[in-house]
T-cell receptor, first 111, second 111 residues
Framework: KQEVTQIPAALSVPEGENLVLNCSFTDSAIYNLQWFRQDPGKGLTSLLL?????REQTSGRLNASLDKSSGRSTLYIAASQPGDSATYLC??????????FGAGTRLTVKP | DAMVIQNPRYQVTQFGKPVTLSCSQTLNHNVMYWYQQKSSQAPKLLFH???????NEADTPDNFQSRRPNTSFCFLDIRSPGLGDAAMYLCATSRTGYEQYFGPGTRLTVT
């Protein structure tokens, strides 16, 4: 059964710092990987989707990488802002359409 | 324009009283998912529909049922809610293998 782990569980940084969030998964036979943002009490907002054949995706200050063979993905956030404070969730989609989530990294960016 | 709509946003039910949560989508996606998310935990997949094919997770309690009468709508029925079923319930949709779009969630309270 696919297991997804995110490290660290929580992270606090001063505004302007670059940071990396980590995600690992146990079964490399994934279809794709998706990063989400979740604000308290809200639903999930998709940030980036990486197909299994891709190595990375970029959107604005966000860059996500995927190393399928080693079961790892990272989300890089450049020049962090207080508005980036949220929980970031990594999820993998297996070939049978089900999606498994990590527990998330709770990010706080201090002004 | 809202693409994945969940109603109601907040639902209060009594212990043991059946409740139905609703999800609709305007994306014409063939896959629809229901997740349960408890406080500070990752979303947990309950089941998903691939077109009309129902896929139940092995550890989803029998107390949870789902219906998908057409492409646009999907319902989550909780036959006899217990206190442990209080959570945020998230609906998501996707085309096969592509990114998932989430609704805003329904927060269920059981009194």
């Amino acid at each position: 059964k696919q297991e997804v782990t995110q490290i660290p569980a929580a992270l606090s940084v001063p505004e302007g710092e670059n940071l990396v969030l980590n995600c690992s998964f146990t079964d490399s036979a994934i279809y794709n990987l998706q990063w989400f943002r979740q604000d308290p009490g809200k639903g999930l907002t998709s940030l980036l989707l990486i197909q299994s054949s891709q190595r990375e995706q970029t959107s604005g200050r966000l860059n996500a990488s995927l190393d399928k063979s080693s079961g790892r993905s990272t989300l890089y956030i450049a020049a962090s802002q207080p508005g980036d404070s949220a929980t970031y969730l990594c999820a993998v989609i297996n070939n049978n359409n089900d999606m498994r989530f990590g527990a998330g990294t709770r990010l706080t960016v201090k002004p | 324009d809202a693409m994945v709509i969940q109603n109601p946003r907040y639902q209060v039910t009594q212990f043991g009283k059946p409740v139905t949560l609703s999800c609709s989508q305007t994306l014409n996606h063939n896959v629809m998912y229901w997740y349960q998310q408890k406080s500070s935990q990752a979303p947990k997949l309950l089941f998903h529909y691939y077109d009309k094919d129902f896929n139940n997770e092995a550890d989803t309690p029998d107390n949870f049922q789902s219906r998908r009468p057409n492409t646009s709508f999907c319902f989550l029925d909780i036959r006899s809610p217990g206190l442990g079923d209080a959570a945020m319930y998230l609906c998501a949709t996707s085309r096969t293998g592509y990114e998932q779009y989430f609704g805003p969630g329904t927060r269920l309270t059981v009194t």
